[in-house]
């Protein structure tokens, strides 16, 4: 009893010396930091707005807090400050992770419905209503 | 039949509150696959990020002989799980090369002490720039390298002894 207690502190411990392990490397050095050109950080901004943290629920890189997020947010912002433009970095991301990885609605394969459903449904809706008009008419 | 219409709308209704419903009792995908898979290795050069082991860059994985990438971290417990099952591949002359994650020396030198070091080389990967570049989006995850630098395969989260033969017979058709 005693040393399954034992056994089971000392894993504990270990747990937390590793779980502090994950805090020990500093942020990535444009996690955090602003690029100097209000231009550029303004395009960056607007693309972080719009790219998904893989490592949370829901959140875009710009909210999250997560390492992964940081280090999402210095690669996004150094390869604007070397000039590339915002949507050669988002196709780049969505070459390596799919759609999943992009907050912007792009018209595909799968999501055109998406877009063309709500046009019928308007082009249905105004045949519905001239054919009513019609009948109040006569 | 007029009457029977008047009912579509909120047969529609339920029909789609139903399937949200269904939707929402499904357990969630967790894992974001990498889009990467068939494709080469990007031009990479880490350093070392132990001692006692090279660092890796591209010219490492096409010596022409296939081999598992892990990508893991000191700070990963699930890495601490996987350990032994590399170890086991390791012993049945798998070729392990390791990336850590925004790891320091010290926590990689505590871990390969604590779980064993089953890498022939380990870079340190401390912008996860790496990681970004293969599409892998958590640690550990696994690669199978074909000996001219391509992704083959990716195993997603701790290997387990039932992915073992798997992973070998991945390895095999890449050519080993």
Not at chain 2, 16 to 45: N, R, W
Not at chain 2, 57 to 71: R, S, T
Not at chain 2, 72 to 84: D, H, M, N
Request: glycine share 6%; hydrophobic share 45%.
């Amino acid at each position: 009893m005693t040393r399954a207690v034992i056994i089971a502190i000392a894993c504990l411990l270990g747990l937390a010396s590793i779980a502090s392990a994950q805090q020990s490397l500093p942020p990535a050095p444009l996690a955090y930091e602003q690029l100097q050109d209000p231009a550029q950080e303004a395009a960056a901004q607007d693309l972080m707005q719009t790219l998904r943290c893989l490592k949370c629920q829901s959140q875009s890189i710009a909210d999250s807090d997560a390492p992964m997020a940081g280090d999402m947010r210095h690669q996004v912002r150094s390869r604007i400050a070397a000039g590339e433009e915002p949507e050669a970095i988002r196709a780049w991301l969505v070459e390596r992770y799919g759609d999943y990885v992009s907050y912007a609605p792009t018209v595909s394969e799968t999501t055109w419905p998406l877009f063309a459903i709500p046009l019928m449904l308007l082009v249905i809706a105004l045949f519905v209503l001239r054919g009513r008009f019609r009948r109040e008419a006569k | 039949m007029k009457r029977l219409m008047l009912w579509v709308p909120l047969a529609l209704f339920f029909g789609f509150a139903g399937l949200a419903a269904y939707q929402l009792t499904q357990p969630k995908d967790e894992f974001i696959e990498s889009a990467m898979v068939g494709q080469p290795m990007p031009q990479f050069d880490l350093r070392p990020a132990s001692p006692d082991r090279p660092g890796v860059a591209l010219a490492d994985l096409q010596d022409g002989k296939p081999k598992l990438l892990n990508i893991w971290a000191s700070w990963c417990v699930p890495c601490i799980a996987e350990a032994p099952q590399l170890e086991a591949l390791r012993e049945q002359g798998v070729e392990i090369v390791g990336v850590a994650i925004r790891d320091k020396p010290e926590d990689v030198a505590k871990f390969l002490e604590r779980y064993g070091n089953p890498y022939t080389r380990i870079g340190a990967d401390d912008l996860s720039e790496i990681q970004l570049a293969i599409g892998s989006s958590g640690v550990p995850e696994t690669f199978v390298i074909d000996g001219n630098g391509i992704i083959q395969h990716q195993h997603l989260g701790d290997i387990r002894a039932e992915h073992i033969p798997m992973l070998l017979q991945k390895l095999q058709e890449a050519g080993s």
